[in-house]
């Protein structure tokens, strides 16, 4: 039975959203999913304005908590229903490394990956070479930390890992391929053979890189 408590306003190809979906189900919370219409301008409607002025997915309703922001919803999920610290570890050092990894999901994961997605998927007026660059040396700092390692932080899964996957996993889609990417490769096949994995829908591109 959904908790009435939970509602997730989302949208299907949003990996910020995807994020938030994959913690949820990986925490096993029931949740009511609300997809926003973000092509209809659903977004920008006042209802949703008075959730999050900035008009973006993910927003995360509980009770009467208002949570904004992916990484941010992340944090509040770790701390309210993760209370053995399974997703967010209590040790000081770890927990600081997987703040390190949501840093790097709001800037170079972000300006890379994410952003070439953007272009192709939905016109962003971005510099595309620039940004597949941008994207492509992300994904070698990434490949070179996953070296001897199964999961981004300590020896299992952590919300750092929810908050790196969906856009590292749905590269190709900016036209970034994995293929010189070994060891993310296998990170992502550990990440999706997770209990409670959910997968963000694919979207088909024509080129590639």
């Known amino acids: 039975m959904t ?47 008075d959730m999050n002025p900035q008009g973006k997915v993910p927003v995360l309703v509980d009770g009467d908590a208002v949570i904004t922001e992916s990484t941010a919803i992340l944090t509040y999920l770790a701390a309210k229903y993760d209370a053995d610290g399974r997703w967010m570890p209590k040790e000081p050092a770890q927990q600081a490394a997987v703040q390190r990894y949501f840093a790097q999901a709001s800037g170079p994961l972000a300006a890379g990956p994410a952003r070439a997605r953007l272009i192709t998927i939905f016109g962003a007026p971005f510099n595309q070479p620039e940004t597949i660059e941008n994207a492509k040396a992300y994904l070698a700092d990434l490949e070179a930390d996953l070296n001897g390692r199964n999961f981004l932080v300590g020896d299992a899964a952590t919300f750092a890992d929810v908050a790196i996957y969906s856009y590292v996993a749905h590269a190709p889609e900016g036209l970034v391929g994995l293929e010189s990417y070994p060891n993310i490769q296998a990170w992502l096949q550990r990440v999706e053979a997770l209990d409670g994995f959910v997968a963000m829908p694919k979207t088909e591109v024509t080129a590639a890189a």
């Open 3 to 49: 908790n009435p408590t939970l509602k997730l306003y989302s949208f299907p190809l949003s990996g910020h959203a995807h994020r938030i979906e994959l913690a949820l189900s990986l925490l096993g919370l029931p949740f009511e999913n609300r997809v926003v219409d973000l092509a209809q301008g659903e977004h920008q409607q006042q209802w949703f304005l």
